[in-house]
């Protein structure tokens, strides 16, 4: 599995709104930051500004934003392209936002709330270090377009009752299909699966990650588990717990001849099939090692979202906000995936 898609993280975007009260003492030495985007192109559409923890702001990581901003359109068009995030504890904190040129970013909705097509990002997050009652001047460039839709998809097989069912077994591979799928809510190019070889250092020489003799593939697919009250994730040195995934591996065979081992061509597709790889992952983050990947000795059952990530770093997953919502939910898009254990011998020891 590809860095890229280990590094993903769920991205949920909160508001952070100041109240009208007499200010605190602590609120008081609250400091101010405070400058202007710059996007490459035409300013169309909104721009969200983000202030994450540090390890936790794009393109590098998927966290939860601290504060959140936004330069409406109207401003933008109008040549003003200043922005300001108010009451901002001291801390430090990475400055990254994009521009929604296709005006489809939905800040509401889990797999909406992020760049797709036409829209403008910058090459790295801006590190900040906000003393108190500072205020702290800083720009940000948006030089990089974005050329991939999201990948969003819904699952051929949906399973029973809502639920698609695999099992913990250590040696029976199972496949589901996923078919791309906009759902009349992304602007632009129709989604598809932008399907190349995996090149991650740019050598010009596909990746082959765990040394199997099939070259890895984008997009990547893996199942992340959602552990239930009384489930356990293995920890990092901090206690923090690990995010464990369970890679998918798209069938090959359809492309592998049209690639011709070339990292620089791809093929859109509308179709593929999943196999699902009989392992899991524990992915930490360690200081001083960087990310860490541990095998673990079997699959734990319960509860998963299938994630898709492709070579922008964009992302789409199920279940999401788009199945849950109260008013016209989108179907297939609250498709649960469930890991039982297998009535054979070789079911692994997940937990229970």
Known sequence: MSPIALRVLCLTLGLVLAGCSEPSTELRRA????????PS?????????FLFSPGEAPPEQRGVPRYVTAVPEV??????????FSE????????????????????TVDVLAQPGAGDQVPESSVELNVQPGQVLTADLALSRGVRRPLPAFQVVEQGEGGVLSLTDSATAITSFSVRSEGFGLLRGEEPRFFVRLADTNGDGTP?????????????????RFVPRPGQTVPLDSQGRPAQVLVPLLPNPAPFLGALQGD??????????????IPLAQA??????????????????????????????????????DLGRRAMEPVSG??????VRHADTADAGAGSP
């Open 41 to 49: 192109g035409p300013a169309r559409g909104n721009a969200y500004l």
């Open 283 to 320: 992915v930490t983050e360690e200081p001083g090692r960087g990310r860490v990947v541990t095998t673990l000795g079997a699959i734990p059952v319960g509860e998963y979202e299938l994630w898709c990530v492709n070579d922008e770093g964009s992302f789409w997953f199920v279940p999401n």
């Open 207 to 223: 990746d082959d990650v765990n040394g199997d003799g099939v070259f890895d593939l984008w997009p990547q697919f893996f199942l």
């Open 75 to 84: 401003r933008l068009a109008a040549g003003d392209a200043r922005f300001r």
């Open 263 to 276: 990292p620089s061509r791809e093929i859109a597709a509308e179709l593929l099939q999943l196999f699902v």
């Open 333 to 338: 898009q609250a498709l649960r995936f469930r």
């Open 88 to 107: 901002v504890g001291p801390d430090v904190y990475r400055l990254w936002g994009f521009l929604d040129a296709n005006g489809d970013a939905d800040l």
């Open 31 to 38: 400091a101010r930051v405070e400058g202007s985007v710059a």
